[in-house]
């Protein structure tokens, strides 16, 4: 016959069971959303990779879904970060979370002029941070080739402030995201400037 101590004791191992169970089913859960994101960002980046071969291949925009309204215009690396991104046309009708954006306002990028790019915060803020004076970019066009630009400054400055976003009689990149990475305040903007160095043959 089983004393109240031994009984105690196997409720408590069951209650340790049961609280185990459930923590390691919200773990899981918050593992399968975490997995389901970054999924969804690898399949992303391989779409818009591929569109960005078939581009150059065929000559012809390749929309990197069949539903886009956007397609590849240029790919963006900067080597010591080991950046290798996509720039899709058509960022003015929204900011996209897995690539960057052209301004439709803006020279194309590797054109004579300021290309305007948008960069969104939650998923490339980091990099732009890590920019500083002197950087290297290296930008492939679809419509101007290939081109070294280096940065020339970096600022932060209220959203109202389109100073940067003028028009340039060099090649200019401007990278441009919401500041802080905070998903709450967006009165500020974090502006990358980087100037053409050189063409890459």
């Not at 963006?76 to 960022?91: N, R, S, Y």
């Amino acid at each position: 016959m089983h004393s109240s101590y031994d009984t105690m004791k196997a409720h408590w191992k069951l209650s340790g069971l049961i609280a185990g169970v459930l923590l390691s089913m919200s773990a899981w859960q918050l593992d399968i959303g975490r997995v389901s994101s970054y999924f969804q960002a690898w399949l992303t980046e391989n779409l818009l990779q591929t569109a960005w071969i078939r581009t150059q291949a065929t000559g012809h925009e390749v929309k990197p879904w069949p539903w886009a309204e956007t397609w590849p215009l240029a790919r963006l690396l900067v080597p010591h970060l080991h950046i290798d991104q996509i720039i899709l046309a058509h960022a003015s009708q929204g900011i996209f979370p897995f690539a960057m954006g052209h301004l439709d306002s803006s020279v194309l990028p590797g054109e004579v002029g300021n290309s305007n790019i948008s960069v969104h915060r939650d998923t490339y803020f980091s990099f732009l941070q890590s920019l500083k004076p002197s950087d290297t970019l290296i930008l492939e066009s679809f419509h101007s080739g290939r081109w070294r630009y280096e940065v020339s400054g970096v600022y932060i400055v209220s959203k109202t402030d389109t100073r940067f976003l003028e028009p340039s009689s060099i090649r200019r990149l401007t990278l441009v995201s919401c500041y802080p990475c905070n998903g709450v305040d967006d009165l500020l903007r974090y502006v990358v400037i980087a100037d053409e160095a050189e063409r890459i043959i």
